[in-house]
């Protein structure tokens, strides 16, 4: 009987958590660019577009404008490309609406990049300058793969991570800039993610324009029907 | 105020008792996925510095110069990139000829094929379970990375199966016990 009063208990504490979470922003939507490129070449990538994501619905929509017109529907793990309003390739693909930046930012977890949830404890915290700088240790089980990640943050948002292997060595950082409100809510209008590869530094820019949070129309972009052949 | 990296460590590790009660196979998961669209796997690193965050940022866009004007372009003009080639225009040449995207989007399958986004199919297998396997069998094109991936990620399946059921017996027999 102890296990089932166990198990009521922690079904009940978890679910007006869960209510409450899903009630508050939910969506987003906003003009993207991100352009990339390996340090010391002279040739990158560019993709600009327009991106809608729908927290409850597990829907991304991704309207690209360049390099080529087309829209990429993600539900879940199942993503339909389209061109020209014609279903040209479906596949399977991480479940990258969850873990996206869109996510973190609507789910109010970008303060923490969301470490907290996935296991990570935090460590020593230290002030430099007007930045607070926090150090997150991995769960038990992963610190024989994955290194501690530090977070800097001023007036309690987050402006920049960094990414270490198992050896303390730095693989990857993050910097968030240009943080505008949103009914509230900050979203970082710049974010440049730094790879330290063999080969050399490899930089990713990304910026968020004409963001919407809780956009009540456009629900048939949102909500999109699964491509017929899909 | 500058602080050595190393300081940074909490030399408190959890014990494996309070790790194996309190983690769960969610946040298993979680944590490696997190880790994936972080690819910090992938890379192979650099030496930490005292403070790793004193870049400025800015730099970066003065690399990214003829990358910055094509985008205004494309934002004022609507031009796709091959309407661009076709106009012969010079700032098409600041994109790479490779115009595979899904990598850039959403860490798409890698088109390398070596390993599903260069994460071994072992963990696939042992964090994502059945769905996991699944995941590697399905994403990796190449056949002899997919034989090769696909039975590291089914053992990573079973191993990470037994160790959940030995976990919830073992957690079962300790209620009934006290």
Not at chain 2, 86 to 100: I, N, W
Request: negative net charge; proline residues 6%.
């Amino acid at each position: 009987m102890r296990i089932n009063y166990l198990f009521l208990l922690v079904s009940l504490s978890f679910f007006p958590i869960k209510a409450l979470d899903a009630q508050e922003f939910y969506r987003f939507k906003s003009d993207f660019s991100i352009k990339e490129k390996e340090s010391g070449k002279d040739q990158g990538r560019l993709i600009t577009g327009s991106i809608y994501y729908d927290k409850n619905l597990h829907k991304t929509v991704y309207n690209i404008r360049f390099p080529e017109p087309e829209q990429w529907l993600v539900r879940d793990t199942f993503m339909y490309r389209k061109k020209a309003d014609t279903l040209v390739s479906s596949q399977i693909v991480p479940p990258v609406g969850e873990f996206s930046v869109f996510n973190m930012i609507l789910s109010q977890q970008l303060t923490d990049f969301g470490l907290a949830k996935s296991g990570y404890t935090p460590g020593n915290i230290q002030q430099d300058g007007n930045q607070v700088i926090a150090q997150w240790l991995p769960p038990e089980q992963f610190k024989a793969y994955v290194g501690p990640v530090s977070l800097a943050s001023e007036q309690k948002r987050l402006t920049a991570a960094a990414f270490y292997d198992k050896d303390e060595k730095l693989l990857s950082k993050f910097y968030f800039q240009d943080y505008t409100l949103h009914q509230g809510l900050p979203v970082p209008g710049k974010i440049y993610q730094i790879y330290y590869r063999e080969t050399g530094e490899f930089v990713r820019i990304m910026t968020l324009k004409n963001i919407i949070i809780n956009q009540t129309d456009e629900d048939h972009i949102y909500d999109f029907e699964q491509p017929a052949g899909g | 105020m500058t602080v050595p990296y190393s300081k940074f460590r909490v030399p408190k590790p959890l014990s494996k008792e309070v790790c194996l009660n309190t983690m769960t196979m969610n946040t298993a998961c979680r944590t490696l996925l997190l880790l994936l669209f972080c690819p910090v796997l992938l890379v192979a690193g650099t030496p930490p510095s005292s403070n790793p965050f004193s870049d400025q940022p800015a730099c970066w866009d003065q690399e990214f110069q003829a990358l910055s004007e094509l985008e205004q372009l494309v934002e004022t003009s609507g031009l796709s990139l091959s309407q661009l080639k076709s106009e012969d225009h010079p700032l098409a040449d600041a994109v790479m000829p490779d115009t595979d995207i899904s990598a850039t989007l959403m860490g798409g399958p890698n088109g390398e094929g070596e390993r599903l986004l260069e994460i071994p199919g072992f963990f696939w297998g042992f964090c994502c379970s059945i769905f996991g396997a699944i995941l590697v069998y399905l994403a990796i094109d190449d056949p002899v990375a997919k034989k090769r991936e696909g039975r590291q990620a089914i053992l990573g399946c079973a191993v990470g199966t037994l160790l959940w059921v030995g976990l919830y017996v073992w957690l079962i027999v300790s209620l009934n016990y006290y």
